[in-house]
């Protein structure tokens, strides 16, 4: 990973959950200041509908299988890895009491499980040429408890676990990690739950993109650790 100028060097960047919301809005910012960027998604047919990408694979990030393709695919691709922003996640809005096993495994298995499986990859992947940066997006609720998303909670601050300790191994090889704690994105991730929210309250998903981008394209000397931003109206 080269020093600081990184608003005009070009970053070779893979970006997760790219088939909506932030990670397909990251992306396309990253392509428009001329990054060089990999995406995945589990809907193939909105990936491609990114321009300028490098690459694109769509696939599940709880096989290992597929996180290895997609690792290997990328840096085969981008010929190495700059920066990985991992915005890959499902929600769910049930109390426990009418919660399924399945149900909690499923979110846990998607938001806990699968952020082990990808940075393992990325993490052995960065150390190899140097370093570089690891941002993650939890919400607000990898940070702060909520009512009815007990599941969901959990797996977000078991995530968030899992790579703040991951960041002490790591930090000593060049990866510096980020960490997005944002309270209520109008994005689709609200399209298919049930639960009433005030969206034209929420944060826009474009002011949560360029926050992301803002933070990889500082000086890589400096290190942007926790990012909290919240809707004024709901804040937890």
């Known amino acids: 990973m080269s020093t600081l100028n990184n608003e005009t060097e070009p970053k070779k960047v893979l970006v997760t959950g790219a088939s909506s919301g932030i990670g397909k809005e ?8 001329n990054h060089s960027v990999f995406v995945t998604g589990r809907d193939s047919e909105r990936l491609s509908q990114i321009d300028g990408v490098k690459g694109s694979l769509a696939g ?32 769910l809005i049930r109390k426990v009491k009418d919660m399924t096993d399945l149900e909690f ?9 699968a952020t082990f499986l990808i940075a393992k990859e ?3 992947m960065m150390s190899s040429s140097g370093g570089g940066r690891f941002v993650y997006v939890p919400g607000i609720l990898g940070k702060a408890a909520m009512s009815g998303a007990a599941a969901y909670c959990a797996s977000k601050f078991g995530a968030v676990g899992f790579l703040k300790s991951m960041e002490l191994e790591y930090r000593s090889k060049g990866i510096q990690f980020t960490y997005f704690y944002f309270g209520g994105v109008d994005s689709p991730f609200w399209d298919e739950l049930d639960m009433k929210v005030m969206r034209d309250k929420m944060i826009p998903v474009s002011y949560a993109a360029s926050s992301i981008v803002d933070a ?21």
Do not use: W, Y
């Not at 990251?26 to 200041?33: E, G, P, Q, Y």
């Not at 394209?217 to 109206?233: A, K, M, W």
């Open 26 to 33: 990251v992306a396309k910012r990253l392509v428009d200041l």
């Open 60 to 91: 599940d990030l709880t096989l290992p299988a597929f996180v290895s393709e997609l690792t290997k695919t990328t840096h085969t691709t981008l010929g190495g890895l700059d920066i990985f922003i991992h915005c890959a996640g499902i929600g």
């Open 105 to 113: 495994v499923k979110v846990t298995n998607t938001n806990m499980r």
């Open 122 to 124: 990325v993490g052995e």
């Open 216 to 236: 990889v394209q500082c000086p890589e000397h400096l290190v942007t650790g926790d990012v909290v931003i919240q809707p004024q109206t709901h804040q937890l």
